[in-house]
């Protein structure tokens, strides 16, 4: 009974900390750029970022893939700013047609359960057609990577055969656990 107690105890201190802890975290896109270096087979129709209000910044992206792709490469790195952007963390490629057969990856497991609500990439290749990423913005709760306050550039590098785009997302992350008492 006691042992009982005590874990009631310590999931609802958990959960008032981590809705606390939520409440203090500010993750706000600043840039977004798309980049076809082939335009015969892959389209950007849409690469914006939207601001909702003074914390929100939603994110859009509709890109057009003209030619079937059987083979997709991702190469991500991430780059924290300080005295301009230096390489931070995770630099790594992803076979993101192994990925979407067997979940191999747990960085990129991360990354993906973030942005899937909120797109049609969501099968295994061959991919053709609109590839959709709408209103996406991060909920901090789904956020199980802990970073350091400061401004980050996830650079992503994606090969489709001898085809190549990038996507570079800059954002803030803020987080201020003064604000959460």
Not at 60 to 70: D, E, G, K, R
Not at 105 to 112: E, L, M, S
Not at 155 to 164: C, P, S, V
Request: with cysteine; net charge positive.
């Amino acid at each position: 009974m006691r042992s009982a107690l005590m874990l009631c105890t310590f999931v609802g201190l958990f959960i008032i900390l981590n809705l606390s802890a939520n409440d203090a975290v500010v993750f706000k896109f600043t840039n977004f750029v798309c980049e076809s270096y082939n335009k015969s087979f892959i389209v950007f129709n849409n690469c914006r970022l939207k601001a909702i209000n003074r914390n929100k910044v939603i994110l859009n992206m509709n890109a057009t893939i003209l030619h079937t792709a059987n083979a997709v490469t991702m190469h991500c790195k991430l780059f924290k700013k300080a005295n301009g952007f230096k390489p931070w963390i995770i630099d790594r490629s992803v076979d993101i047609c192994r990925y979407m057969r067997t979940g191999y990856d747990p960085y990129f497991k991360i990354v993906f359960g973030l942005f899937h609500d909120f797109s049609n990439i969501n099968h295994t290749c061959p991919f053709v057609g609109h590839q959709i990423l709408k209103d996406f913005y991060l909920r901090p709760e789904l956020l199980g990577l802990l970073l350091p306050t400061g401004d980050y550039l996830l650079a992503l590098h994606w090969i489709f055969g001898k085809n190549t785009v990038d996507t570079n997302v800059s954002f803030s992350f803020v987080e201020d656990l003064l604000k959460s008492k």
